[in-house]
Structures are given as C-alpha cells and as structure tokens.
C-alpha cells in the first residue's frame, strides 16, 4: 500500500494550487481517503475527507467554500483544489488511507487511518 502526495509548493495569498494523492497496492473505489496538514508546532488536522463510493465528503470549517477533494476511481488519484489560499493554510499536507467506513464524526481521527503518504509543502506568503 503506497501513497504519493504531490503538487504543493509557494504561492502568494488568494493563490490556488492542486494536490494531488496517487495511490497503489490497494482498491481506491472502497477506500476512504482523507486529506490532513500540520503546520510547525501544530498538531496534525483533518482538513478534507472522501468516504469509499464519495457517498460523504467533510471538510474543516477553516477550508469549507475554498477547498475541494475528489476522486478519480479509474487513474487512482484523490486531489485536493486549494483555492483564495492563506498564509494560515501553510503546512504539510498528507493524504491517508483506510478501508473503514467512517462515520461523519470520525473522518478525521488520525488512528483511523492505517496508510499515509510521505506529505508535501504548501506555503501561502507574499
């Protein structure tokens, strides 16, 4: 099981940027994905949650309206669109994988989540 998380990098405030999470080893279409981020000497928070089937879809409300995770069953990959991005949003993004069916109130308990991917920079500054 291997997660590959890409597309951070440096963009100025109200910028956008495109993560992307490419998955192997494993069946993406039964598998909930969730998209987390630790800023230094922060703790890890979920930041957005795709349930198997994208039945359920959970955000943080610091990113609810400018953040949007999808799927794409057929090429493996699970993207995050960060958009009118913040130097707040500054951070580590990991993607993480689980084969549970979370309920709502889980989605974003790190112990739920057996796979995670090696995380990349995003860093939102003028």
């Known amino acids: 099981v291997q997660l590959q998380a890409s597309g951070g990098g440096l963009v100025q405030p109200g910028g956008s940027l495109r993560l992307s999470c490419a998955v192997s080893?494993?069946?993406?279409?039964?598998?909930?994905i969730g998209w987390f981020r630790q800023a230094p000497g922060k703790e890890r928070e979920g930041v957005s949650c795709i349930r198997h089937g994208g039945s359920s879809i959970r955000y943080a409300d610091s990113v609810r309206g400018r953040f949007t995770i999808s799927r794409d069953n057929a090429k493996n990959t699970v993207y995050l669109q960060m958009n009118n991005l913040r130097p707040e949003d500054t951070a580590v993004y990991y993607c993480?994988?689980?084969?549970?069916?979370?309920?709502?109130?889980?989605?974003?308990?790190?112990?739920?989540?057996?796979?995670w991917g090696q995380g990349t920079q995003v860093t939102v500054s003028s």
């Open positions: 993480a994988a689980t084969a549970r069916g979370l309920i709502w109130s889980s989605m974003f308990e790190i112990q739920y989540y057996d796979s």
């Open positions: 080893g494993f069946t993406l279409a039964s598998s909930t």
